[in-house]
């Protein structure tokens, strides 16, 4: 690691790439001698590291910024990019608008580098990284519990909670059982509907008042959840705001019925179902609730949700258009 004489850290112009060999079943550990030539070829000069662990994504990003990394790739899914998130946040070195990070999609999901129009293509993922097509998001930062302890978690895309983080809990379940293929989310979805019932909720959003008995709600920073639902499809990540997708006490078959609603973008036209915009959301709820974040099954309510405006650049595809503008709060 380089200093200047007066012991201040050089920025290394490496990328730091960091694997997960376990996303999408197993595409980054297969998948990566490809990815490797690929970016040989084009003459990126990286650096790389394979994730042994959950959270391990977490401490390389700390240990890359704090040796002068300020490019990060990460070659996995949405749970590997909301640690590399995470590590940005955790480490102190440098501002957070300081790091730029990329992704090569090889999770199941992807739905960050959907809303970003990222290319599922290695070939055409790396041109974007080339080019360095920049965006400054918002950041969300979650409370809640977990085994009883109170926990905090940056994400980059969304939160899903009420029967979404039943959904999430079980999806993490089948991945976990070997099962694999592009309607696993879909089979979890099936699976949770037969034991979750709607609870009970109070909740602060900003500083209005909701008390209703919800059947899920969904935080957005990007518009896609779920691998490709649109949930919330209206959702603009450089607002400063949440949009938050309200479900209210449905029938299951409601539900089944109307799942064509969760890809077409849209879901408002259930009258069942409306949206907020706020920078805080607070949620109590009897029973407690459970809750994925960025795609992965993480703890329960009471939450606390709250925004930081424009706090990550990340590298964006050649089609992806910033929406400049603010919709009416609903």
């Known amino acids: 690691m380089k200093v200047n004489k007066h012991g201040i850290k050089l920025e290394n112009n490496s990328w730091k790439v960091i694997i997960n060999p376990k996303a999408g079943s197993g595409r980054g550990h ?3 001698p490809v990815i490797k030539a690929l970016l040989e070829e084009n003459g990126l000069k990286f650096d790389f590291e394979f ?4 959270y391990h994504a977490v401490e390389l990003t700390v240990s890359a910024i704090n040796e002068g990394y300020t490019k990060i790739i990460a070659v996995g899914g949405d749970g590997t990019v909301n640690e590399i998130v995470n590590g940005i946040f ?5 501002p957070t608008t300081n790091v730029l ?3 090569i999609a090889v999770g199941t999901g992807n739905d960050w580098a959907r809303t970003y129009k990222v290319p599922w293509n290695y070939t055409d993922a790396i041109e974007a990284l080339l080019v ?6 918002d950041v969300g930062l979650a409370t809640f519990y977990e085994t009883k302890v109170h926990h905090s978690r940056y994400f980059a895309n969304a939160v899903g909670i009420g029967f979404d983080g039943a959904v999430g809990f079980r999806f993490n379940r089948l991945k976990e059982l070997g099962r694999k293929g592009k309607w696993l989310y879909v089979m979890a979805l099936v699976h949770a509907l037969i034991q979750y019932r709607s609870t009970n909720v109070t909740a602060k959003v900003d500083e209005k008042a909701i008390n209703s008995e919800i059947f899920s709600a969904t935080l957005g920073i990007g518009k896609f959840n779920g691998g490709g639902m ?3 499809p209206d959702a603009i990540s450089d607002d400063g705001l949440f949009d938050m997708t309200i479900i209210r006490k449905i029938s299951k078959w409601n539900v089944l019925r109307n799942l064509p609603l969760l890809y077409n973008g849209r879901i408002y036209d259930h009258p069942k179902i409306s949206v907020v915009r706020a920078k805080s959301i ?4 009897l029973p407690s ?3 994925e974040l960025d795609g992965e099954a993480v703890g329960h309510s009471p939450f606390d949700f709250s925004i930081v405006p424009k706090a990550i650049r990340v590298v964006v595809g050649a089609t992806f258009r910033e929406q400049a503008e603010v919709l009416p709060m609903s």
């Open 101 to 103: 990070l990329g992704t």
């Open 90 to 94: 955790i480490q102190k070195a440098i």
């Open 51 to 54: 994730t042994r662990k959950r």
């Open 289 to 291: 609730m459970p809750m």
């Open 230 to 232: 649109l949930q919330v």
């Open 282 to 285: 607070v949620i109590h709820s």
């Open 30 to 32: 297969r998948d990566w």
């Open 132 to 137: 360095q097509r920049d965006f400054l998001q």
